[in-house]
């Protein structure tokens, strides 16, 4: 026995022992062999990578990165086991349905499959392999060197933001030959976002139906069966690439359907269930095909499954090359002169004025007639006026008609306003196409000769849609922020991110490991974890570089937040906030951080994880050794000195600042205790902080909490017992909404009639103010009375309003039949009955944009002395009938004690002052959120 333990250990020895040759010892580092020593049997794998790249001089950088990868592994693992086996499958089933079947989905899942959510844990020293990284450090490279920009970068930027093979703790997967087959295509072509349209209802079939829907864009769709057909004839469309948009209704399974193009090429695609038979999909069916003539016949056969077809839009592909030839300069200045009557594009009237008109005349060497023109999109410019660069040439209303005449004007960026400059048989003269209605600007012949207006039209080829571009000076526009260099990493970018916005954002109600790079990239759901993890797998597998910074918890609201950033030959981070381009802020610079982090694939050496070496428990944000703090690129920060109670402190090496998550303290950043005082350096502002200790068993409070405010000041927050204070109370969270609902009700109106047409209504109040989330009271003088009350919302607001009641003239409320607008947008099952059932969280949202409305039908005419109405709300006012609890700090909470609320408000008395309150409602609902009480009003933290 003794002998076969001996027999095993030399086994053991052995298997771990180094076949490096001499020689290359020599070659790696002291990182490396530690790793290598860390490996263990694995051990040999890894020499095999480095000794496969050792063989050949120009494979000297493949080998350095093979060092940068092994070296800096430690830390990184992959989940595995049975039960991630089983959570991949519901990841790819969550794929397939509606979003609002997910969680539903999801825990039916979990169930069934009787997941405990135990995985096991492979690091990777110890199981990845030599042909995995071989492979890929392959396939990066050549991804890379194919790029124009790499010339520019480091090697240690590429190696950083390009290279690494994960990006959490995914299963393993050879992803970047994917990327390459699915998205690099993508650079060398253009889009137009529409196309021609064509109704299904207007096609040839057979046993199809045609339904009324509210959703569809002609308010009728065609549902046709197993086998049957839809034909689209008299296609019209230059010969070449398209893209086939199909929008569609399935409320069955998943329907496998053939394209045919004029009764030769046959293209599979797949319709997605889409959560019901009144559901529209969430984005149309993208299905690229080839036409080989100007009259086309597309056919659109269902397999197996019943499936219904409101549309199909047929979109140009352009190839990108056709743009560079154009020679534009981004920024430079430009006069543009018509081939058919030598006159030069001219702004009417004053440029600065929003809308201004256009039309051709003599070129006068005048402002109004110079442009500059600015690469702000892939393969698209802006055309702006000379002397006022937020005056655009655009297509005013998103109009896709022929003789829609263009405009120059202000406003909100869109497609209508980018031009694709394209080639044409006449060298030296070009067509100007618009992004989003695809149509070339041209002079109309019939206006007044010189003084022709410039209208939209299809492309034809006649001397009066072709143009002239003239260089007048050659002064580049400095706007970092929106401008695009040819052949940079943020043109690609630009790109890619029209590709990406077919992911689903989704927030899953359980635990979901982190998902493979095959899963995540086929399935494209996921909350922002894997969003950002999404968008770094297409943008290294292009050689785009590129990272993950995170939020490891929001400090005035719950959760944590991921996204990305590109890094640029400096090494500097451009914003690439997901959903937007590249270089854009969005709403999330404006919301406080107090702290930001940045994934990296080299160890951190000044990581807590790092410097701790496991001799104390810390947090498992803080075990991670492979990020790095980028609080300072984001935003102005300030360090901060704490005091800490010195019993508390006793055997600790570390304090942490924590942030609130509606619920619980959450540390976000560490600081080594000495002389019982802690610096946290580096700390965003307009916070509330608690210093804390850390425990598995609870978090300690290491002393008061404090706030440190927008100009970097510290205001310690200590209960005063001696300064009580009356409190009024209206909410219980403060309200977040990243887009305004406050603005649903304007111009909306309240409405008595004795027709139930409501014929000659009369308007017994209209609203015209923004709503704040609460009840609204509105007196009604008007004396006659009516058997029929409603609310009908002013145009575009699909009539929103969550709760409504009328009163008598003595004070009760209104009983009656519910009435109004039938359905709900996009069959989400708001309907008209959910604004009386006594649920504020519910509401109606119509149909339509415009004309619906709900109400009541009353036995008997009734005069209304009052109308109480809910907007669109959040749920965390306080509401009549629920049992509140107010709670203060004072090293920890402290009740105030348990009140029923009777009115829309809450009243404590005798409230020490000076500190931090909660308020808990114990009747339902999970939002709660710390406040302050200044001059008589909550102030939220």
């Given at each position: 026995?003794?002998?076969?333990?001996?027999?095993?250990?030399?086994?053991?020895?052995?298997?771990?022992?180094?076949?490096?040759?001499?020689?290359?010892?020599?070659?790696?580092?002291?990182?490396?062999?530690?790793?290598?020593?860390?490996?263990?049997?694995?051990?040999?794998?890894?020499?095999?990578?480095?000794?496969?790249?050792?063989?050949?001089?120009?494979?000297?950088?493949?080998?350095?990165?093979?060092?940068?990868?092994?070296?800096?592994?430690?830390?990184?693992?992959?989940?595995?086991?049975?039960?991630?086996?089983?959570?991949?499958?519901?990841?790819?089933?969550?794929?397939?349905?509606?979003?609002?079947?997910?969680?539903?989905?999801?825990?039916?899942?979990?169930?069934?499959?009787?997941?405990?959510?135990?995985?096991?844990?492979?690091?990777?020293?110890?199981?990845?392999?030599?042909?995995?990284?071989?492979?890929?450090?392959?396939?990066?490279?050549?991804?890379?060197?194919?790029?124009?920009?790499?010339?520019?970068?480091?090697?240690?930027?590429?190696?950083?933001?390009?290279?690494?093979?994960?990006?959490?703790?995914?299963?393993?997967?050879?992803?970047?030959?994917?990327?390459?087959?699915?998205?690099?295509?993508?650079?060398?072509?253009?889009?137009?976002?529409?196309?021609?349209?064509?109704?299904?209802?207007?096609?040839?079939?057979?046993?199809?139906?045609?339904?009324?829907?509210?959703?569809?864009?002609?308010?009728?769709?065609?549902?046709?069966?197993?086998?049957?057909?839809?034909?689209?004839?008299?296609?019209?469309?230059?010969?070449?690439?398209?893209?086939?948009?199909?929008?569609?209704?399935?409320?069955?399974?998943?329907?496998?359907?053939?394209?045919?193009?004029?009764?030769?090429?046959?293209?599979?695609?797949?319709?997605?269930?889409?959560?019901?038979?009144?559901?529209?999909?969430?984005?149309?069916?993208?299905?690229?095909?080839?036409?080989?003539?100007?009259?086309?016949?597309?056919?659109?056969?269902?397999?197996?499954?019943?499936?219904?077809?409101?549309?199909?839009?047929?979109?140009?592909?352009?190839?990108?090359?056709?743009?560079?030839?154009?020679?534009?300069?981004?920024?430079?200045?430009?006069?543009?002169?018509?081939?058919?009557?030598?006159?030069?594009?001219?702004?009417?009237?004053?440029?600065?004025?929003?809308?201004?008109?256009?039309?051709?005349?003599?070129?006068?060497?005048?402002?109004?007639?110079?442009?500059?023109?600015?690469?702000?999109?892939?393969?698209?410019?802006?055309?702006?006026?000379?002397?006022?660069?937020?005056?655009?040439?655009?297509?005013?209303?998103?109009?896709?008609?022929?003789?829609?005449?263009?405009?120059?004007?202000?406003?909100?960026?869109?497609?209508?306003?980018?031009?694709?400059?394209?080639?044409?048989?006449?060298?030296?003269?070009?067509?100007?196409?618009?992004?989003?209605?695809?149509?070339?600007?041209?002079?109309?012949?019939?206006?007044?000769?010189?003084?022709?207006?410039?209208?939209?039209?299809?492309?034809?080829?006649?001397?009066?849609?072709?143009?002239?571009?003239?260089?007048?000076?050659?002064?580049p526009l400095k706007d970092t922020l929106t401008e695009l260099k040819p052949g940079t990493f943020r043109e690609a970018s630009t790109r890619i991110f029209y590709e990406t916005l077919d992911f689903q954002i989704y927030q899953l109600s359980g635990a979901m490991p982190s998902i493979n790079a095959i899963d995540l990239i086929h399935t494209k759901i996921g909350s922002c974890h894997e969003e950002a993890q999404y968008l770094t797998y297409i943008s290294r597998g292009l050689g785009i570089p590129i990272a993950n910074d995170f939020i490891p918890q929001?400090?005035?609201?719950?959760?944590?937040?991921?996204?990305?950033?590109?890094?640029?030959?400096?090494?500097?981070?451009?914003?690439?906030?997901?959903?937007?381009?590249?270089?854009?802020?969005?709403?999330?610079?404006?919301?406080?951080?107090?702290?930001?982090?940045?994934?990296?694939?080299?160890?951190?050496?000044?990581?807590?994880?790092?410097?701790?070496?496991?001799?104390?428990?810390?947090?498992?944000?803080?075990?991670?050794?492979?990020?790095?703090?980028?609080?300072?690129?984001?935003?102005?920060?300030?360090?901060?000195?704490?005091?800490?109670?010195?019993?508390?402190?006793?055997?600790?090496?570390?304090?942490?600042?924590?942030?609130?998550?509606?619920?619980?303290?959450?540390?976000?950043?560490?600081?080594?205790?000495?002389?019982?005082?802690?610096?946290?350096?580096?700390?965003?502002?307009?916070?509330?902080?608690?210093?804390?200790?850390?425990?598995?068993?609870?978090?300690?409070?290491?002393?008061?909490?404090?706030?440190?405010?927008?100009?970097?000041?510290?205001?310690?927050?200590?209960?005063?017992?001696?300064?009580?204070?009356?409190?009024?109370?209206?909410?219980?969270?403060?309200?977040?909404?990243?887009?305004?609902?406050?603005?649903?009700?304007?111009?909306?109106?309240?409405?008595?009639?004795?027709?139930?047409?409501?014929?000659?209504?009369?308007?017994?109040?209209?609203?015209?103010?923004?709503?704040?989330?609460?009840?609204?009271?509105?007196?009604?003088?008007?004396?006659?009375?009516?058997?029929?009350?409603?609310?009908?919302?002013?145009?575009?607001?699909?009539?929103?309003?969550?709760?409504?009641?009328?009163?008598?003239?003595?004070?009760?409320?209104?009983?009656?039949?519910?009435?109004?607008?039938?359905?709900?947008?996009?069959?989400?099952?708001?309907?008209?009955?959910?604004?009386?059932?006594?649920?504020?969280?519910?509401?109606?949202?119509?149909?339509?944009?415009?004309?619906?409305?709900?109400?009541?039908?009353?036995?008997?005419?009734?005069?209304?002395?009052?109308?109480?109405?809910?907007?669109?709300?959040?749920?965390?006012?306080?509401?009549?009938?629920?049992?509140?609890?107010?709670?203060?700090?004072?090293?920890?909470?402290?009740?105030?004690?348990?009140?029923?609320?009777?009115?829309?408000?809450?009243?404590?008395?005798?409230?020490?002052?000076?500190?931090?309150?909660?308020?808990?409602?114990?009747?339902?609902?999970?939002?709660?959120?710390?406040?302050?009480?200044?001059?008589?009003?909550?102030?939220?933290?």
């Amino acid at each position: 026995m003794k002998n076969r333990i001996l027999f095993i250990i030399c086994l053991f020895i052995l298997s771990a022992c180094s076949n490096l040759p001499k020689e290359l010892k020599n070659k790696v580092s002291k990182e490396v062999e530690e790793a290598l020593d860390e490996a263990g049997t694995n051990r040999q794998e890894l020499e095999k990578v480095l000794i496969h790249y050792s063989k050949n001089p120009q494979d000297s950088l493949k080998f350095k990165a093979a060092c940068f990868l092994i070296q800096n592994m430690k830390g990184y693992y992959s989940v595995t086991g049975e039960n991630v086996n089983k959570l991949e499958n519901i990841y790819r089933i969550l794929g397939e349905v509606s979003t609002d079947e997910r969680n539903e989905k999801y825990k039916r899942g979990v169930d069934s499959l009787k997941i405990d959510y135990r995985f096991n844990k492979q690091p990777d020293l110890q199981y990845i392999q030599a042909n995995f990284l071989i492979q890929h450090i392959d396939q990066i490279f050549k991804a890379w060197e194919a790029t124009p920009w790499h010339r520019n970068y480091s090697f240690d930027t590429f190696c950083e933001y390009v290279l690494p093979y994960r990006v959490y703790e995914e299963k393993l997967s050879l992803w970047s030959p994917l990327i390459e087959k699915r998205f690099k295509p993508q650079l060398d072509k253009i889009y137009f976002e529409t196309g021609n349209l064509y109704e299904a209802e207007n096609a040839l079939f057979g046993k199809a139906t045609v339904e009324e829907k509210f959703s569809a864009s002609n308010y009728k769709a065609v549902t046709i069966t197993a086998k049957d057909r839809l034909i689209f004839e008299n296609v019209r469309t230059e010969p070449g690439e398209k893209i086939l948009l199909i929008q569609h209704y399935n409320g069955g399974r998943n329907a496998k359907i053939n394209v045919i193009v004029n009764d030769f090429d046959t293209v599979q695609a797949v319709l997605k269930y889409t959560g019901g038979w009144s559901k529209p999909a969430f984005s149309v069916v993208k299905v690229p095909i080839k036409v080989n003539k100007t009259v086309n016949k597309i056919c659109l056969e269902s397999k197996s499954e019943k499936i219904s077809i409101d549309y199909v839009e047929l979109v140009p592909v352009l190839d990108f090359k056709l743009v560079k030839q154009s020679g534009i300069i981004s920024g430079a200045t430009y006069k543009i002169t018509n081939k058919r009557n030598s006159a030069s594009l001219t702004i009417d009237n004053d440029s600065t004025k929003s809308a201004s008109k256009t039309f051709t005349s003599e070129f006068k060497d005048m402002n109004n007639q110079k442009f500059i023109m600015s690469y702000t999109d892939y393969g698209f410019y802006k055309i702006k006026e000379r002397d006022n660069h937020k005056v655009v040439l655009n297509m005013p209303y998103l109009s896709k008609d022929n003789g829609t005449r263009h405009e120059f004007s202000t406003g909100f960026t869109s497609y209508s306003k980018l031009w694709a400059i394209l080639p044409t048989k006449d060298i030296g003269y070009f067509r100007i196409v618009n992004r989003n209605s695809r149509k070339c600007l041209e002079i109309d012949t019939k206006s007044s000769k010189g003084r022709n207006k410039v209208v939209q039209s299809e492309y034809n080829g006649g001397d009066n849609q072709l143009w002239k571009f003239e260089m007048l000076e050659k002064a580049p526009l400095k706007d970092t922020l929106t401008e695009l260099k040819p052949g940079t990493f943020r043109e690609a970018s630009t790109r890619i991110f029209y590709e990406t916005l077919d992911f689903q954002i989704y927030q899953l109600s359980g635990a979901m490991p982190s998902i493979n790079a095959i899963d995540l990239i086929h399935t494209k759901i996921g909350s922002c974890h894997e969003e950002a993890q999404y968008l770094t797998y297409i943008s290294r597998g292009l050689g785009i570089p590129i990272a993950n910074d995170f939020i490891p918890q929001w400090p005035k609201r719950a959760l944590s937040h991921y996204w990305n950033v590109l890094i640029d030959e400096k090494g500097k981070m451009v914003r690439n906030y997901f959903r937007n381009k590249p270089g854009a802020y969005t709403i999330f610079d404006s919301i406080p951080k107090s702290k930001v982090f940045r994934n990296t694939f080299t160890i951190n050496k000044r990581s807590l994880g790092f410097i701790n070496n496991n001799e104390e428990d810390i947090p498992k944000l803080f075990k991670n050794m492979h990020f790095v703090d980028v609080t300072q690129e984001y935003l102005k920060t300030s360090d901060v000195k704490v005091i800490l109670d010195p019993q508390k402190a006793k055997n600790r090496h570390f304090a942490y600042l924590s942030v609130f998550d509606n619920k619980d303290w959450v540390p976000i950043f560490w600081g080594k205790i000495q002389s019982n005082s802690v610096v946290f350096d580096k700390m965003g502002r307009d916070i509330a902080y608690l210093p804390i200790y850390y425990s598995s068993t609870g978090n300690i409070p290491a002393g008061n909490p404090f706030l440190l405010s927008a100009a970097g000041k510290i205001k310690a927050l200590k209960p005063d017992i001696k300064n009580l204070q009356k409190m009024v109370l209206y909410r219980k969270h403060t309200y977040i909404f990243y887009y305004n609902p406050n603005n649903k009700m304007i111009g909306g109106r309240f409405q008595g009639s004795n027709n139930p047409d409501f014929v000659n209504a009369v308007n017994l109040f209209t609203f015209n103010s923004e709503t704040n989330a609460s009840y609204c009271n509105l007196k009604i003088n008007e004396k006659r009375t009516f058997k029929f009350l409603r609310y009908i919302g002013a145009d575009g607001t699909h009539s929103n309003i969550n709760e409504l009641m009328f009163y008598d003239e003595n004070g009760k409320e209104i009983i009656g039949s519910v009435i109004g607008t039938e359905g709900s947008c996009n069959d989400n099952g708001s309907t008209k009955e959910k604004v009386f059932d006594k649920n504020i969280l519910t509401g109606f949202d119509a149909p339509l944009p415009n004309g619906g409305w709900v109400g009541l039908k009353l036995p008997k005419a009734v005069r209304v002395s009052k109308i109480r109405f809910m907007p669109r709300t959040d749920g965390n006012i306080i509401e009549p009938g629920d049992n509140y609890e107010l709670v203060y700090w004072n090293n920890g909470w402290k009740s105030l004690g348990e009140k029923k609320a009777i009115a829309d408000s809450l009243v404590y008395n005798n409230v020490p002052s000076g500190t931090l309150y909660l308020l808990h409602n114990r009747t339902k609902g999970t939002e709660e959120r710390i406040f302050t009480y200044e001059k008589g009003k909550q102030v939220w933290w």
